[in-house]
């Protein structure tokens, strides 16, 4: 059957495939009770982390451009979607509901936040670009530690000073605690829910990817005054891939919201280091490669829980390990890359030398 498909249909058949063959195995150790409750714990951030890498590699593999604030996005999604839990948990009582409405929230918040950054972020490019967005998610995170939210029957009350200064009634209750973050929220997600929203957002993207306005977005990245002289609207595009981006991010943040009875804007969770790590499962598994993402992704998860036993190497394996991946992923891709080009600009050259002739 595959043998009958063209090349691009058999790559994502075989990625939507490793997906549910993985999750298919997941639920069956699950049922036998072969996984361990450490293992457990890390599925739905194991999705979260596959949602965030392969997001991310729409901006950097596919649009090219260089993005360290997707943590940002994700703190967005996060936290907005656990406020709409948080407040409606005693209005719908349907978890189900609840979660999809939260879902949506947070994608449109983050994918809104994604086009408003945008719009004046995309026009640097390379370092300043990342710069900016680096700022970006680190402010995204201070402005959340130093908010305080609460709610009693004269409605909402914010301050950005301390819980006392919200002046509540008597029957007033903090919703958004400063630093200390929303305690309460509804544990919706699980993995059966991970792995769908994994399928989802690997679905939209390899769509986009194939689609008329992912070659756009790619030709932009290859030669962007080629792409412009022939009438592809740069800042639309540009705009389109990041704030989808952003939106998946958000989707990620409210997955990871609702899998903790307690979230917090903490450096770990929302810091650069968060957008560094996201970064760091795109260049190993391969810019532009969505398949690689994933398994970058689960592979450099799992792995430091997989070797916790060996606690004095564990960190040393770990780097082997990354630079293994580093050299036996980029080296023939910078040999095809280097061929390719090479190519191409001889080709460019004999045709300037021919032109210079017939002249």
Known sequence: MLKNMNKKTKENTITYGIVIVAFVVVQIL?????VSSLMRGLLVPLCTYVILAVSLNFTVGILGELSLGHAGFMCVGAFSSAFFSFCMQDVITSSALRFLIALILGAVIAGLC???????????????????TLAFGEIIKNVINALFVGKDSNGFHFSLKDTA??????????????????????????????????????????????????????????????????????????????????????????????NLSSLTAS???????MSIMILVFVVLGGIGNIRGSIIAAIALTLLPELLRGLSDYRMLIYAIVLIIMMLLNWAPKALEWRERHSVSIKKSFSKDKAAKEAE
């Not at 699950?30 to 072969?34: C, K």
């Not at 994604?114 to 300043?128: F, H, T």
């Not at 059966?192 to 992912?214: E, H, K, P, Q, Y």
Request: a positive charge; zero cysteines.
């Open 30 to 34: 699950l049922a036998t009770g072969n």
């Open 114 to 132: 994604g086009l408003l950054i945008g719009i004046p972020v995309l026009r640097l490019r390379g370092d300043y670009l990342a710069i900016v």
């Open 165 to 258: 200064s919200l002046k509540m009634g008597a029957d007033g209750e903090v919703i958004v605690n400063g630093p200390q973050g929303i305690t309460g929220t509804p544990q919706d997600a699980n993995f059966i829910i991970g792995a769908v929203l994994v399928l989802l957002t690997i679905f939209i993207i390899l769509n986009m990817i194939n689609s008329r306005d992912g070659r756009a977005i790619m030709s932009i990245r290859d030669n962007r005054i080629a792409a412009e002289s022939i009438g592809i609207n740069i800042t639309k595009y540009k705009l389109m891939a990041f704030s989808i981006s952003a939106a998946l991010a958000g989707i990620a943040g409210v997955l990871y919201a609702h």
């Open 267 to 273: 450096p770990k969770s929302f810091g650069y280091n």
